[in-house]
C-alpha cells in the first residue's frame, strides 16, 4: 500500500514534467515556533525537473523517495524538496546528488534544524554565508529567518558549494571539507598535504569534526549517486563514484 501511495503522489507530481561530521548539534524548535515560522516564510511555487525524458525524471524521484521515506516521512514535503534540489544543483551545475549528501549530513533533511553555532535549515547556512552568497547571486538580502524557506535555503546553499567548488578546481574532497571547516582552513591543509592521495589527505584533517564530516558526506554521496545513476559529478576524486 505504501509503494501505491508513493507511485501516485510522485505520479502527481510529474504530471507537469516537459522535456527537458559527526553528527550536527542542534537547538530544538519547539512545533509552536516551526508553525509560526512556516506562516511567515510559507515556500514558493515547487519548480519542475527536467530530464529530457520524463521518464528518468519519475524513475530518479521514485529512487531518491524510496530512499528517503524513513528520514522524511512527509511524501508531499519529500517529493518537493527533491525537485528543487534537483532544480538548484541541476542550475548551478552541480550534481544533485552532491547536494542529498551535503543535505544528508548538515541537517538529516531537517527543515527547521539550528546547529549551536547558528547554522540555520536544511543545508545549515551561517547567516553571514548566506548575505555573501545573496550578494554574489545578486538576490535580495536575506533575513535569519528566510533560511528556514526551503527554496531559499537550498539556492543559498547550492550557491556557496558551487563557489567553493571552484574555488578548489572542482576537487569534491575539498569543497566538501571547506563546506564544514571553512575554505581558509582548506586552503592550509592542502599547502601541507596537496599532493597526499586523497584517501590520506582525509585521515591528516586535523579536525575531527570535518574529518568524519567528509567521509559521511562522500559515503552518502556515493549512495544517491548509485541510486540516481548518471555521469560521476567528481572531476578529481575518482573514488568518489
Same mark, same amino acid.
Given at each position: ?22 553528527? *550536527? *548539534? ?7 515556533? *516551526? ?31 524510496? %530512499? ?51 547554522? %540555520? ?6 547567516p553571514v554565508t548566506a548575505q555573501a552568497v545573496s550578494r554574489r547571486l545578486g538576490l535580495p538580502e536575506v533575513g ?5 524557506? *526551503? ?40 599547502a601541507k598535504y596537496g599532493g597526499r592521495d586523497p584517501d590520506e589527505f582525509v585521515e591528516l584533517i586535523p579536525y ?10 562522500? %559515503?552518502?554521496? %556515493? ?19
Amino acid at each position: 500500500m505504501r509503494k501505491l501511495v508513493t507511485i501516485a503522489v510522485l505520479g502527481a507530481a510529474l504530471a507537469p514534467f516537459g522535456a527537458q561530521g559527526v553528527a *550536527q *548539534q542542534y537547538e530544538p524548535l519547539s512545533a509552536s515556533v *516551526q508553525a509560526a515560522l512556516s506562516r511567515a516564510i510559507g515556500d514558493k511555487g515547487v519548480p519542475q525537473l527536467k530530464f529530457a525524458d520524463p521518464q528518468d525524471g519519475y524513475k530518479w524521484l521514485l529512487a531518491m523517495s524510496d %530512499r528517503l521515506a524513513k528520514r522524511v516521512p512527509d511524501e508531499k514535503f519529500r517529493v518537493e524538496l527533491l525537485k528543487t534540489v534537483h532544480y538548484e544543483a541541476t542550475r548551478a551545475g552541480l550534481d544533485p546528488q552532491l547536494v542529498l549528501g551535503v543535505l544528508h549530513v548538515e541537517s538529516g533533511f531537517k527543515k527547521y534544524a539550528v546547529s549551536k553555532a547558528g547554522a %540555520r535549515g536544511l543545508m545549515q547556512v551561517m547567516p553571514v554565508t548566506a548575505q555573501a552568497v545573496s550578494r554574489r547571486l545578486g538576490l535580495p538580502e536575506v533575513g535569519r529567518e528566510e533560511l528556514f524557506n *526551503q527554496d531559499t535555503n537550498i539556492r543559498l546553499g547550492v550557491g556557496y558549494l558551487e563557489q567553493l567548488l571552484r574555488q578548489f578546481s572542482g576537487n569534491v574532497l575539498h569543497a566538501v571539507a571547506a563546506y564544514n571547516a571553512g575554505p581558509t582552513a582548506v586552503s592550509s591543509w592542502m599547502a601541507k598535504y596537496g599532493g597526499r592521495d586523497p584517501d590520506e589527505f582525509v585521515e591528516l584533517i586535523p579536525y575531527q569534526e570535518t574529518r568524519q564530516y567528509v567521509k559521511r558526506v562522500l %559515503r552518502s554521496y %556515493r549512495e544517491y549517486h548509485r541510486l540516481g545513476g548518471g555521469a560521476c559529478g567528481s572531476r578529481s576524486l575518482d573514488k568518489v563514484c
